[in-house]
């Protein structure tokens, strides 16, 4: 599994549109897009208030990713 991935089942889990998980996390729809794609690796920062607005800590979702491979 991929971050993207792991996000876009966060999101739908939480029951969140694109746009309301942008809003949330202050980022552009666009950023939400591309990341659940797997199109493109976000910074940290914006990975950190992605993962904060679904209430996770980075480093947790993190590892998600990494035991899920």
Known sequence: MKFGDWLASARRFHRLSVAELADMARVSISTIRHVEGND??????????ICGALGF?????????????
């Open 40 to 49: 493109h690796s976000p910074s940290i920062r914006v990975a950190e208030r």
């Open 57 to 69: 800590e980075l480093w947790r979702a993190l590892k998600i990713v990494a035991e899920s491979k």
